[in-house]
């Protein structure tokens, strides 16, 4: 990756600063471009491969704190790793996508450089490493507060029959638990929806 020093500055900006020195090196080796982009709805961050006569493409959302940016980056290049060892051999989150993702943030634990409460939420994390770790609430909620972005309120926090928003802006009033998610009405469209008791949400009081 070409980065003018300015730009590298910025870059870094976005990470959390005991970390920089890991990024200039993952940014040395490897050879991708990097795009920041507005907020996705479905994603954090994105992946992909060379095309013909293009680079490799990682993509993070520009609305991600400091150390949700950090593990979003670090998610998104094991991806690259995976491919230049693999290609398109190994499945998207696989066990070579595990290893590469706990291999590329190893530095960071090795040099002490994470809170102990954020070291212990990361290696509990590591245990299962899902696709994303939004799924595991007490990580998103200690990252949230580390950005600083305040309380994280889930679904599964709120009574039922209360209204919410969710991210995207959508009004819904939480029903009755349907196996693993939540019925939720929304008013504006009379639909019902299965939400994760995870998501997600915005108290009305609160917008």
Request: glycine share 4%; proline share 5%.
């Amino acid at each position: 990756m070409n980065t003018r020093p300015e730009n590298l500055a910025l870059l870094l900006a976005r990470f959390p600063e005991n970390s920089h020195w890991l990024i200039e090196q993952y940014i040395s080796k490897y050879s991708f471009q990097l795009k920041i982009t507005k907020p996705r709805k479905l994603r954090l961050g994105s992946f992909r491969a060379a095309r013909k006569g293009e680079m490799p493409v990682i993509s993070l959302n520009n609305d991600l704190g400091l150390y949700s940016f950090l593990l979003v980056f670090i998610h998104e290049l094991a991806h690259l790793v995976v491919w230049q060892q693999h290609s398109r051999r190994a499945s998207p989150h696989g066990i070579e996508w595990k290893n590469n993702f706990r291999s590329l943030i190893d530095p960071l634990f090795e040099h002490h450089l994470f809170s102990a409460e954020l070291r212990q939420g990361l290696e509990r994390y590591f245990l299962k490493t899902p696709a994303s770790f939004q799924h595991d609430v007490k990580l998103q909620r200690l990252l949230h507060a580390l950005d600083g972005n305040g309380e994280f309120v889930t679904l599964g926090d709120i009574p039922d029959k209360e209204p919410f928003h969710l991210s995207d802006g959508r009004q819904m009033v939480k029903l009755e638990r349907v196996r693993t998610r939540y019925k939720c009405f929304c008013p504006s469209n009379k639909r019902y929806y299965l939400v994760s008791p995870a998501a997600q949400i915005f108290r009305s009081e609160n917008l």
